[in-house]
């Protein structure tokens, strides 16, 4: 299986949900999660502040896995969180270095 890196840009609500799945799945052994601001054109699930800024303080999960895990969690999350405002990207690892 390729390593790839699944990067997860959510609601803040979420962080304690996201953080529990991610800890319960034995074959992510490492993630990282940061806040980040989000931008877009489409305000419709934007606050009015949001609106007025342009930009939604979000969480961003990064996850170091496989192909196969990366799409199994992306399914488990869309049927646990029906609704849920998730924006996932999947990028190819070309090199890894873990090495100190």
Do not use: Y
Not at 9 to 22: A, F, G, K, M, R
Not at 24 to 47: C, G
């Amino acid at each position: 299986m390729k390593d790839c890196l699944l990067i997860l840009i959510v609601d803040q609500e979420l962080e304690d949900t996201i953080v529990d799945l991610l800890l319960t799945r034995a074959e992510i052994s490492t993630f990282t999660q940061q806040e980040v601001r989000s931008f877009s054109r489409d305000h419709a699930n934007f606050s009015v502040v949001e609106q007025v800024t342009g930009r939604q303080r979000r969480l961003m999960f990064q996850v170091r896995t496989s192909e196969h895990t990366a799409g199994g969690l992306l399914r488990d999350l869309r049927r646990d969180l029906p609704g849920a405002e998730i924006e996932s990207w999947l990028m190819p690892l070309l090199k890894t270095d873990t090495s100190e």
